[in-house]
């Protein structure tokens, strides 16, 4: 495959040779001129470097036969038998891109006592549940629960395997790829087919602040996992689809796991489910403030979020951190309250439907993606907000609770 | 003695990177580098294990020469051994042939008991590495462990973070789990041990140190993966922008959540 060919005998200078490279790859081997394991086979040597001296090779690569492998499959995450919303959201996708390439959309559904919910999984359009349906399957534990997965995908050889970036989804995913010798994708944002059956995947990296095109050109599946939030569900329609039972062989439920105890949290008051959603950011003074921000939060039925440096002063539950290194969130409406708006940040809430952002520095960057963007300082702004909205609920409702 | 082996890598210092428009290339120019935050939260709990229970702790990397800096950092907070596998054959890896590239390097040095990683990097963020780990090396794993309950003589007690449960679960060794941040808090490399380990040898090895050692599964050659091209995010060009003064903004807003029907 691809390698970079350092023809020595057309060198003429020395000089400066090394600085070619922005990774530092090239070093002298005594007097040879050779890659180190910074390359990134970005071929940036070959197009600035002297002329002669670098050539990027590309060698053919076995690739898979793509016919062989038909479907687009999306496994279907769910905590015993409560289907998480990411998956009806990964079958609107794939039946997106299904239709394109003419291929059937499949769910892969495993657990435990979960085939009646399987004609729920129908009614979005999927042309073919497979059930995995055993004891063994209740908790999630790694080994069955990918041997499951290897199961389903010999069987029917999909080409693509969409899985949510869930708890489960991220660690069973990789397990799965790696167990095909394949290639991942994490946290897709765009996804699109290409005739060949070959998936555009394109994903943030380096925090957000660049994005990344990329492919699985010459292996079969092709596996992407996608947040919660990123695409939406289908619409219903009458199902067409049909669900199959399969089997569950003895030696697939091999584990050295063993679940102990299951504490079951409390109520989920996360903000990504929440519909809309008002985010304090540090043009929040003092911690006393944040009574300001959860005011406006409240009247709206909206809940709070924070960014990060708010989080890291204690104002607010770490839960309610928006960003990439807290939930990403797609609500129906977003007020962010002093947000200046760094790429870790709106990484995580750019899906929403609606952003309105109030910021007093006519250059913060969160304007770049506001759909409505307010130029004014949050302390003008919020107390006569939050009081216009009281009076305008209190004439419509009569009844306030004492 | 449990053995214990924790993956660590060094990532720029800083997430600020920017591409070359004209180019696709990140700018890398003048940018330090660091362990990766992620991972001192691994090295961390593999110390506290070290510490109550008695292990041996090596930390392994994979990347050019200077990627041993991180391995001497790792010296600094307490591990006893460092590992790092360097090789151009290695350059242009993406998830699987950097996993596999570890797994190998693991296994040369003779299987641990326990490997330990952090959740993720900060400059690739895919948070696959471990689990493709464990696969290769054919042993189970657990991800997003919050606390460590029990070392026995087999096997590791753990919790994982769920959204809706903590389970507890006992995995039997050997085994990889992946740490979320938080677990525990970091110590910081201390100047005793610097001085103590300044002179320990960081091993070095290489594709032919490998029992496998077909070129194909490694580096670029064993990627199923690949960039087509990488670009700035995109700024959303379709906005508003209201000014004026207070009592006007929150007429405007107070109209549109109206028309919204948010009120």
């Known amino acids: 495959m691809a390698s970079i060919k350092i023809h020595q005998n057309n060198i003429k200078d020395r000089d400066g040779l090394l600085e070619v490279c922005p990774f530092n790859a090239l070093e002298w081997e005594g007097e040879e001129l050779v890659t180190n394991a910074s390359c990134k086979m970005c071929k940036l040597c070959a197009k600035n470097g002297p002329e002669g001296v670098f050539e990027f090779k590309d060698d053919p690569v076995a690739v898979v036969d793509k016919s062989l492998w038909k479907g687009i499959a999306v496994y279907v995450d769910h905590d015993n038998g409560k289907i998480h919303p990411v998956t009806y959201e990964l079958i609107g996708k794939a039946k997106e891109m299904a239709a394109k390439i003419d291929h059937p959309v499949y769910a892969v559904f495993m657990g435990a006592g979960i085939t009646q919910k399987a004609d729920e999984i129908l009614a979005y359009g999927v042309d073919e549940v497979f059930v995995y349906d055993h004891e063994a399957l209740t908790h999630f534990r790694i080994e069955p629960y990918t041997a499951v997965m290897e199961d389903f995908i010999n069987r029917h050889k999909p080409t693509i395997v969409l899985v949510g970036g869930t708890t489960v989804g991220r660690s069973l995913a990789p397990r799965a790829a790696a167990r095909f010798r394949t290639g991942l994708t994490a946290d897709c944002t765009i996804l699109d087919v290409q005739e060949n059956t070959d998936l555009d995947q394109i994903r943030p990296a380096f925090g957000g602040n660049i994005m990344a095109h990329i492919q699985t050109p010459a292996h079969r599946p092709q596996f992407a996992t996608v947040r919660y939030k990123i695409f939406s569900a289908p619409v219903c329609v009458d199902p067409t689809g049909v669900v199959t039972i399969c089997d569950v062989e003895e030696q697939m439920l091999e584990s050295r796991i063993r679940v102990l105890e299951v504490a079951p949290k409390q109520a989920s008051t996360s903000i990504e489910d929440a519909e809309v959603i008002v985010v304090a950011g540090r043009g929040v003074k003092q911690e006393k403030d944040m009574e300001l921000v959860q005011r406006l939060a409240d009247l709206l039925g909206a809940r709070l979020a924070a960014t990060r440096p708010l989080i890291e002063a204690g104002w607010a539950d770490p839960k309610t951190q928006i960003g990439l290194s807290g939930r990403t969130v797609k609500p129906k409406l977003i007020i962010t309250c002093g947000v200046s708006g760094a790429v870790q940040f709106t990484a995580g809430m750019t899906n929403a439907d609606l952003i309105m952002a109030i910021n007093n520095d006519p250059g913060a960057s969160i304007f770049d993606i506001a759909h409505i963007g307010i130029q004014g300082d949050l302390y003008d702004i919020l107390p006569d907000l939050i009081e216009k909205i009281e009076a305008t609920e209190e004439n419509v409702c009569t009844t306030i609770p004492e | ?263």
């Open chain 2, 1 to 263: 003695m449990l053995r214990i082996t924790t993956c660590i890598k060094q990532v720029p210092g800083t997430t600020k990177v920017e591409v070359d428009e004209e180019t696709g290339v990140l700018k890398r120019d003048g940018i330090e580098s660091k362990m990766n935050p992620y991972d001192l939260y691994a090295l961390e709990t593999a110390l506290k294990i070290k510490e109550k229970n008695g292990a041996e702790l090596r930390v392994i990397s994979m990347g050019p020469p200077q990627a041993s800096e991180v391995i001497k950092e790792a010296y600094m907070m307490g591990a006893d051994d460092g590992l790092l596998l360097s090789d151009r054959k290695f350059a242009g890896a993406d998830v699987l042939s950097t996993a596999y590239t570890l797994s190998q390097g693991i296994a040369a040095q003779g299987m641990p008991d326990l490997i330990i990683c952090g959740k993720q990097t900060t400059d690739g963020d895919t948070a696959q590495v471990g689990p493709e780990i464990a696969e290769f090396l054919s042993i189970p794993h657990v991800a997003n462990v919050i606390r460590i309950r029990e070392i026995k003589a087999e096997a590791i007690v753990v919790d994982m973070d769920l959204p809706y449960a903590v389970e507890t679960v006992e995995i039997a060794f050997p085994c990889l789990i992946t740490v979320e941040k938080g677990i525990y808090q970091p110590r910081l490399p201390s100047f005793k041990l610097k001085k103590a380990t300044q002179d320990r040898p960081i091993h070095q090895l290489c594709l032919k140190d490998f029992t496998d050692q077909n070129e194909t599964r490694y580096g670029l050659k064993g990627s199923p993966t690949q960039v087509v091209r990488i670009f700035p995010p995109e700024a959303n060009t379709e906005r508003e922008t209201w000014e004026g003064s207070g009592p006007e903004l929150v007429g405007m807003i107070h109209d549109r959540l109206i028309t919204e029907k948010f009120i």
